[in-house]
């Protein structure tokens, strides 16, 4: 593996390795689309495409939607990190 097995600690497996550069690949494809979605809002709301009403209805459902996910993420978060 490139000479890292002798850098990494023996309890770093390659199945771990591949699951943090998995996870790490999700999140920058998330992150691409979150961005694209962002962008072509932008794009339509500068060309004038979506009327005023629309957009503030948009902006408003994605903020709600960020502020779900981070109510329902923090009890995860805890509950995932409890010892039962």
């Known amino acids: 593996m490139f000479g890292l097995d002798d850098h990494l600690p023996p309890r770093l497996t390659k199945t771990a390795l591949y699951r943090v550069v998995g996870l790490g690949l999700r999140c920058y494809v998330a992150a691409?689309?979150?961005v694209g979605c962002y962008?072509?809002?932008?794009?339509?709301?500068?060309?004038g495409v979506v009327p005023d009403a629309w957009l503030s209805v948009i902006w408003i459902a994605i903020?709600?939607?960020?502020?779900?996910?981070?109510?329902?993420?923090v009890p995860l978060?805890?509950?995932?990190?409890?010892?039962?």
């Open 77 to 84: 978060f805890y509950v995932s990190r409890s010892t039962r």
């Open 39 to 47: 962008s072509l809002l932008w794009t339509l709301e500068v060309a």
């Open 32 to 34: 691409v689309v979150v």
């Open 63 to 73: 903020a709600v939607m960020g502020c779900l996910f981070l109510v329902l993420l």
